[in-house]
Structures are given as structure tokens and as C-alpha cells.
């Protein structure tokens, strides 16, 4: 199921990029990729995360990734952490998003009608679930990747340093 799940959403047709340096461009549209695959499937995140490397789609794209971000620059231990913090981040997020975030705050309710809680919520936690709810998920999915790949950027910088300075 999984693996019919990967494959009708197009990951298999995944291609590494062109130029090496597109590293962090790539690893964000192939992050958006298996997403939608995920999520056009009910329950998609956790049949995929279930199944794990027995989607040999799955298995594919993550010695893909490994391999273009080690032709980035990154050593294969940090390119594999890499790779599997960004998949890990794609599985927990399409699981949540498919499990639903919670009590909708009272004014954004569909109906527009006060929402109907087992408890109050703290003011500032009501202030949160109004602002968030003004966001779709895949801007909410994307904002948390840009954090992953600009942290992982820094990395690259990082470790690409102190090979020179041991130079």
C-alpha cells in the first residue's frame, strides 16, 4: 500500500538535480513531493511511515537524497542525518496534519458558531490557534522545512570551515 502510495504521487519519478549546488531547492520540492503523496491518501503518513524502507519507492528516494547532498558537500554520516531529519519531519508532519491540530479556536469555526470544548482554552494558546489557523498546512509544512535546510545550510558552511582551518 505504501509503495502504491509513493509511486501514484510521483516520487518514484524524483531525479537528482542537475547542479549540485541546487542541493537545498531539491531536498525542499522532493520533502513537497512525497508529502503529497502522502496526504492525497487517507492515512497516507502512517501507512508510509509504517511501512518504511519496504516501499522501495521510499527506500529510493533516501539513498537518492544521501548521494545528492553528499555531492554537496556533506560527509555520508551527515548527509544520512540529513536526509533522515527531513524525512523523519515530512512523516510527523503529514501524521498530525492528517490526525487534525486540535480544538479549532472559537471565531474560525466553520459555521462561525462558538466552539464546542471539554475545556477552556488559555488565552495564550487561543491567541496561537487564531494565528496558525490563518495559515494553510502547506505553508505551515513549509515554513518548519525552510528551518530544517537553512539549519542544515549552516552545517554545510560550518563543516566546510573546519576541514579548511584543519588544512
Same mark, same amino acid.
Given at each position: 500500500m505504501a509503495q502504491a502510495i509513493l509511486v501514484q504521487g510521483g516520487v518514484e519519478d524524483i531525479k537528482p538535480p542537475r547542479d549540485s549546488t541546487a542541493w537545498a531547492e531539491w531536498l525542499v520540492e522532493t520533502a513537497h513531493v512525497v508529502r503529497r503523496a502522502m496526504v492525497?491518501?487517507?492515512?497516507?503518513?502512517?501507512?508510509?511511515?509504517?511501512?518504511?524502507?519496504?516501499?522501495? *519507492?521510499l527506500e529510493n528516494?533516501?539513498? @537518492?537524497?544521501i548521494n545528492v547532498l553528499n555531492k554537496a558537500g556533506f560527509d555520508l554520516l551527515h548527509a544520512s542525518l540529513a536526509t533522515a531529519t527531513t524525512i523523519d519531519y515530512v512523516w510527523g508532519y503529514v501524521i498530525e496534519e492528517q490526525a487534525g491540530y486540535g480544538p479549532e479556536p472559537e471565531d474560525v469555526t466553520p459555521q462561525g458558531q462558538r466552539a464546542a470544548s471539554r475545556f477552556e482554552l488559555d488565552p495564550l494558546l487561543d491567541?496561537?490557534?487564531? %494565528? *496558525?489557523a490563518k495559515l494553510t498546512a502547506t505553508e505551515k509544512f513549509d515554513w518548519g522545512l525552510r528551518i530544517i535546510v537553512s539549519g542544515l545550510k549552516? %552545517? @554545510?558552511?560550518?563543516?566546510?570551515?573546519?576541514i579548511k582551518t584543519k588544512s
Open positions: 492525497s491518501h487517507r492515512d497516507g503518513g502512517r501507512v508510509v511511515a509504517g511501512a518504511s524502507f519496504r516501499a522501495r *519507492t528516494v533516501v539513498m @537518492l537524497a491567541a496561537i490557534m487564531k %494565528e *496558525t549552516s %552545517e @554545510l558552511v560550518d563543516s566546510m570551515s573546519n
